[in-house]
């Protein structure tokens, strides 16, 4: 616009001068073209200047954009800093620091592993226990694509806020993990969840599998609850106003996840209460320490035994004790940290015991325990070590105890110990990417010995909030 308007003057006064002057005025007529060019030339460059700046701006009010978006994907998928206090393991808070760009947020975590085991992974079992239901074990040889999870979660409104986790097998299956609606703050410290959600009861079993710090979960785990327990039900929680964190809670379910089973039956068939209390130790390190207390039931719970039916009815009672301590220097754990947990378990049956068509009374008490610990001890790369044990512990049975049958009907019940020491080593370039090493000794089975060696990737997609401590 400027070059234009200034090159119509300039032509304007050019031809407005008398044309005998034009002839015979040689030197004036090339000053004014002189001119004209100069005028140009500085036009344009300031035009340029104007456009340069244009475009400088747009670029800085992009990158400040994509800068702020990718902090509050960091932040939303960054652990919590070991040293920190410790934090309700579901506050609403979690869904809210979600990246709202779209309604609802999405994120994706993809995972596989390459397996080699030196035993049959079809034939893994616990000495001494019944089979429980779930996914137990090893897992298959070669490579396997491992559960991948996807998530939707947004704030519903100013009092609820919700959330979809799909498990998606290797298997071609996809089963929902979690879908759970959930106040955001009922006041007074209170909140309550309501669906499927992974329960409160211990330490590691209210957090997704790829947060995990070895590829499997415990011995106890796997024993007492099939890997996972996700009960169908509502939970409500209370957080204490006070500097220490101290936080109760109960959960009522439907009583299908094992331990239970689905009984047919109206009300709640499952129960569980819990207790965390934590506090930081100096600037460098904090500790979390819970009880919980589990009661379900089953009826027709079945196990194959050498072509027999086995069945088992009645009642399971657990008990969970746990702990977890985390050292950073000066609460930064991006360079080093170190974090130990264990969880000891204890479970009493009590009920029937059938045979084929023969049935009696039953007890039994089982235990274990797991005790872990890894060191972050350069950035970006970390080492485990852990040791499980279970004990089969004592077994009433009435069909063997009023000589009806022998113990050799039983061979899945008869007394063992098993163990498993596993040793790991993984690299994590981002927040968002993990590769893993793991070794493990496995000696589940009486009588043999299982040497694993896993290969792991983990992968996550889009924002996705926060850990819990």
Known sequence: MLKTTCLSVALSAAFALPLSASAADTPELAAIRAQIAEMKQSYEARLQALEQRLQDAQAAVAAAQNAAASAQQAAASAPVAPAAAPVPEAAPAIVAQRDNSFNPSISLVLGGTFNKLQRDPGSYRFGGFMPPEGEIGPGARSFNLGESELTMAANIDPMFAGQLTFALTGENEAEVEEAFVLTRELGGGMNLKAGRFLSSVGYLNGQHSHTWDFVDAPLNYQA????????????????????????????????????????????????????????????????????????????????????????????????????????????????????????????????????????????????????????????????????????????????????????????????????????????????????????????????????????????SLGAHAGHTF
């Open 224 to 459: 007492f609850f099939g890997g996972q327990y996700k009960p169908d039900g509502i939970q409500v929680r209370w957080l204490a106003p006070l500097n220490t964190f101290l936080e109760l809670g109960a959960e009522l379910g439907s009583g299908r996840s094992f331990p239970g089973n689905d009984r047919n039956k109206n009300g709640f068939n499952a129960a569980s209460v819990f207790a965390h209390v934590g506090d930081d130790i100096g600037d460098s390190a904090s500790w979390r320490a819970g009880v919980s207390y589990l009661r379900t039931g089953s009826a027709g719970r079945e196990y194959d035994e050498g072509g027999v039916p086995t069945v088992f009815d009645g009642r399971s009672r657990l008990w969970v004790a746990d702990a977890v301590f985390k050292w950073a220097p000066d609460g930064n754990p991006t360079r080093t940290n170190f974090k130990l947990q264990g969880e000891y378990m204890r479970r009493k049956e009590s009920g029937s015991l059938a045979s084929g068509e023969l049935a009696d009374a039953y007890a039994g008490t089982q235990s274990g325990w797991y005790l872990q610990g890894v060191y972050q001890f350069m950035p970006n790369w970390r080492a485990g070590l852990r040791h499980d044990r279970l004990s089969s512990g004592r077994h009433f049975i009435g069909l063997v105890d009023s000589g009806a049958l022998g113990m050799d009907a039983f061979p899945a019940l008869a007394a063992y110990k098993p163990k498993r020491s596993s040793v790991m080593l993984d690299w994590s370039p981002s927040e968002f990417s993990r590769l893993r090493l793991q070794f493990a000794r496995d000696e589940a089975r009486p009588g043999e010995s299982d040497n694993q060696l896993f290969l792991q990737y983990i992968m």
